[in-house]
């Protein structure tokens, strides 16, 4: 047997070992997407973290573990292939919402959670702009806080901040960056 065979086969027992038991509190996994490669973790409460292949993958694991729990290990998860399945659906214009629980506790702060709470309120194929979307989380005046809410949304696609747009039309900004913005809104405007 070759090292490689046998690292692979010992990577193996250990995860099934570790699945069964339940020594995993946050299930990661990379999926190629058209968007490119997307890295999504999630806990027994829900889709935990979404992000693109530009972020540091050993910080996103770092970060998991110091915030969320040590516990963490690419492993199989139903929740991560019902991911899989809704985000290629998704962008291939066969779905238009999620069905996924979603786990917040990577946002922090209570407001950001108002305003993660009302991105999904907006309509499939249609925009808010940040103002509006202070109001619906209940501050009206704080503009730059939901901009903020956005900026940091630990679950992006899944919890659709892509539909903000700044007040004069705008993209504004996005943590994949504004042609993946732009083609997110581009396949939602294609799908109406």
């Not at 770092?62 to 516990?71: E, G």
């Not at 066969?94 to 709470?117: I, N, S, T």
């Not at 696609?157 to 042609?179: E, F, M, W």
Request: charged share 25%; with cysteine; hydrophobic share 45%.
């Amino acid at each position: 047997m070759t090292f490689d065979a046998l690292l692979a086969r010992s990577t193996d027992t250990f995860t099934q070992r570790a699945l069964h038991h339940e020594l995993v509190d946050v299930a990661v996994a990379d999926l190629d997407t058209v968007l490119g490669r997307l890295f999504v973790a999630a806990t027994p409460a829900g889709i935990v973290q979404v992000a693109f292949a530009e972020v540091d993958r050993d910080e996103l694991l770092a970060d998991l573990a110091a915030k969320v729990s040590p516990r963490v290990l690419e492993a199989p998860s139903d929740l991560l292939d019902d991911a899989r399945r809704q985000l290629d659906e998704y962008l291939h214009g066969a779905r238009r919402a999620f069905d996924l629980p979603v786990d917040l506790q990577l946002a922090r702060g209570e407001f950001r959670h108002a305003v993660l709470a009302q991105l999904p309120n907006i309509a499939y194929g249609s925009t808010w702009n940040y103002a509006e979307l202070a109001a619906a989380a209940g501050r009206p005046n704080a503009v730059r806080a939901a901009g903020s809410g956005c900026a940091t949304n630990p679950v992006p696609i899944v919890v659709p901040c892509h539909r903000v747009l700044r007040t004069g039309g705008a993209l504004g900004g996005y943590a994949g960056g504004l042609d993946r913005k732009a083609w997110l809104l581009e396949l939602e405007q294609r799908a109406e």
